[in-house]
């Protein structure tokens, strides 16, 4: 949950709340919600036509460039009536270099439709911004539109702020070679009416768009304005009527205001690709019914952390299209993670912490976000065995040790180079400043600084480096004896400092992960070291937690980075020990699953996941995928089938089976997230890098949309719709390694239960 970039940027609010009427309508209602929202468009803006009011002088450059400044050494010259500049090459980041006009008046809650026309040499990008022109520089409006021959652009957008010291701005910085760039006819107008973002969600039969397993539940959504039941075809590949049977009606679905139906097809069980679901006159994206896929994408969704290293060169022959020269190694421009120093005051050492994953779509490496991914990459290996024989084509395939180990340790060696000589371990590693987008990490020319230590910090390397002890012990005894060592090291440490809390306030150049309970990562190390010790120690401080006995599976929560106790019980529950009322412990998680499983049967697009008031989490897909991992456990507990159709139910969701009616799988899926928020999978803003690695997990639909562009679009949105598969929507479409990890468990479990 990297909740990043807030220093930066403020909310853009009130934008018109008409997305989930319209969203929710069914596509038979499509022409007629399209009318009336035009004709309420056409009818705002004759009422507000008159009240609009250009902010920007002279945005045609007639006879002069003033009052717009451009940054020094890059002069402005009129071709044609247009302003242009020789963008040199060698910058870093997009605002090194700019075009811009201040002293733009901006009044909180008014919208306002900012347009240009621009040119560039093919390929590049500009930044065109508005904002403040004094620090701290926040950004109310982005856009970063490819450039080519003369074209017009032209974006909405409500200002949350009022203030006189406004500026519109095209960035261009950022390319290593210099390219010629013009722009004319700036505008920026009050008083206009508000854009409606309307997303295509295409037939409004929803499936699982990859696979359903042969042997498991297979059930769809259709959005319908049909109260009754409705007849449903299942079709082969060549259109032939496979199955059929009614639809049961279902009502309004909370999460979506879409009034829906489910279909129910479980009883075919023939595998075969390209089937598709027709009903109301609706026809689904085809779909598959196999194993292989989920095969497929357990291997994929772990590939993804290889093209996410840090400090070892990325080898196209590995990652075709991904190839990169190591990042953060020392080498010019950066700064490199050889011999980083400390935040001013915060100590008197310097630590060598190369390699590791970068954490998400920046170029920060964060302990507490890594504990709980390699915990969960562990856990996979140690509870679903056929793992262990998947290549992951990396460096080291081909070796003793499964690959996935191999992977896991790249992260590891990174989490045991953070820890201070006190035994404590710093929070985190990244730059002293934010930088844009798009910028390789070989390329990040930014001073690097650990932060302070943290207790939540020292605690996730006690318990991961307490599992990894027993993983690795088969393979690397030297290794697991010397993570043992710094796990009871830093879990005394913890002991002894147990209130050393990340501040919320350490945002700058990367997320703060602040978090002031540590109640549950002490549960978790103590489980941890216990399972591996057996110590009576750990075992009466796992007894002794507040959480032993407590729910710590709440509903609609699930668990992540900042809520650690479900890793500590799920591993007691699963894994040989002896604590003393084990079967308490397991009951718990059962008992949890079976929760899960009551809200999945009354959702329904068969989501196991219902936040407070319907306010869906920031990654929001990796939390229901993470119950799913408990449903899972209940079942490896109890072999009860409903605990094993539960699980393979919630897939559906994510891989198209929603309101969007999109697969929030990079490449799996007829339509699937491309758009990632990320530096160097970021092809959207320049041509020349690519999409993120096929099996990539797109966050999800986030309430609170704390981004400016998905307020611009999605500001009134119901639950699932608040989502939108472009690179500038941080809040709900980043990638992260945590995230993607519990893809890569979840996809073990479907192909263990398959």
Request: hydrophobic share 40%; net charge negative.
């Amino acid at each position: 949950m990297p909740l990043w970039e807030r220093s930066r940027i403020i909310t853009v609010a009130g934008v018109a709340a008409l997305l989930s009427a319209v969203a929710a309508a069914p596509a038979s209602s499509a022409s007629a919600s399209s009318a009336s929202a035009s004709s309420a468009s056409a009818s705002s803006a004759s009422a507000s036509l008159a009240d609009e009011v250009e902010q920007v002088t002279n945005g045609g450059f007639d006879g002069t460039t003033d009052p717009f400044w451009s940054t020094a050494g890059m002069p402005m010259t009129l071709t044609d009536g247009r302003a242009c500049v020789d963008v040199p090459g060698g910058t870093t980041n997009r605002w090194d270099v700019a075009i811009g006009q201040n002293d733009i008046d901006l009044v909180a809650g008014e919208s306002y439709r900012f347009s240009f026309d621009a040119s560039g040499d093919p390929g590049h990008v500009v930044r065109a911004i508005t904002g403040l022109a004094v620090s701290p520089y926040d950004t109310y409006f982005e856009q970063s539109p490819t450039l080519g021959d003369l074209q017009h652009y032209s974006y909405t957008f409500t200002a949350s702020t009022s203030t006189a010291a406004g500026q519109v701005a095209f960035q261009v910085g950022g390319s290593p070679d210099p390219w010629h760039f013009c722009v004319d006819n700036v505008s920026l107008v009050g008083g206009v009416p508000p854009e409606v973002y309307v997303p295509d969600t295409g037939p409004r039969v929803r499936v699982n768009q990859v696979a359903y397993v042969p042997n498991g539940p297979k059930v769809a959504t259709l959005v319908t304005s049909s109260t009754t039941r409705l007849p449903w075809q299942l079709l082969s590949r060549t259109g032939k009527t496979v199955a059929h049977g009614f639809s049961t009606p279902r009502g309004v679905d909370v999460s979506s205001a879409q009034n829906v139906q489910t279909i129910d097809f479980s009883g075919y069980r023939v595998a075969g690709t390209g089937f598709t679901l027709r009903a109301d006159g609706e026809t689904s994206r085809p779909f598959d019914i196999g194993v292989t896929a989920y095969q497929k994408l357990r291997s994929d969704s772990l590939k993804f952390y290889y093209t996410q290293r840090s400090g070892i060169e990325i080898l196209n022959s590995l990652r075709p299209g991904y190839a990169r020269p190591a990042g953060h190694v020392d080498v010019a421009p950066n700064q490199g993670d050889g011999n980083v120093p400390c935040q001013p005051g915060v100590c008197d050492y310097r630590l060598d912490v190369r390699g590791g994953w970068y954490d998400a779509g920046d170029h920060g490496k964060y302990v507490v976000n890594g504990g709980i991914s390699t915990w969960e990459l562990l856990s996979e290996y140690e509870q679903s065995p056929g793992v262990r024989k998947v290549s992951l084509t990396i460096p080291t395939s081909g070796d003793r040790v499964p690959d996935i180990l191999d992977e896991a340790r790249w992260e590891l060696d990174f989490l045991l180079s953070m820890q201070a000589p006190s035994g404590l371990v710093h929070h985190k590693i990244h730059d002293a400043a934010w930088t844009g987008l798009p910028l390789l990490p070989h390329l990040d020319p930014q001073p690097r600084e650990l932060h302070p230590v943290s207790t939540a910090a020292t605690l996730n390397l006690a318990a991961v480096a307490a599992q990894a002890a027993r993983v690795y012990k088969a393979y690397d005894p030297a290794f697991a004896a010397r993570a043992l060592r710094a796990a009871k090291t830093a879990y005394d440490a913890a002991l002894a400092h147990p209130a050393l809390y990340a501040p919320e306030s350490d945002g700058i150049g990367g997320g703060a992960y602040n978090d002031a309970n540590v109640t549950d990562e002490f549960y978790w190390a103590a489980a941890e070291l216990f399972i591996t010790t057996g110590a009576s120690r750990y075992a009466r401080d796992v007894i002794a937690s507040p959480l032993h006995k407590a729910d710590v599976f709440a509903p609609g929560v699930g668990f992540d980075w900042a809520a650690t106790a479900a890793a500590g019980r799920l591993d007691l529950a699963l894994l040989p020990n002896k604590l003393p009322g084990l079967a308490s412990v397991k009951k718990s998680v059962v008992d949890a699953a079976s929760r899960y499983l009551a809200i999945q049967r009354a959702h329904p697009y068969g989501v196991a996941y219902a936040p407070a008031n319907n306010m869906w989490d920031w990654g929001s897909n990796s939390i229901l995928l993470n119950n799913l991992v408990v449903v899972g456990a209940g079942y490896r507990l109890t072999g009860d089938r409903r605990f094993r159709d539960g699980l393979l139910t919630g897939v559906d969701y994510v891989l198209g089976r929603n309101a969007l009616n999109m697969s929030y799988v990079t490449g799996y899926g007829t339509v699937s997230s491309q758009n990632q928020h990320s530096r160097w999978y970021a092809h959207q803003l320049d041509p020349a890098l690519p999409n993120p690695p096929v099996g990539t997990l797109a966050g999800g639909p986030n309430s609170s949309i704390q981004d400016p562009y998905a307020q611009s679009k999605l500001t009134g949105c119901v639950a699932q719709f608040c989502y939108i598969d472009d690179i500038q929507s941080w809040s709900t479409n980043e990638e992260t390694i945590n995230w993607n990890a519990a893809l890569a468990r979840v996809s073990a479990y479907v192909v263990d239960l398959a």
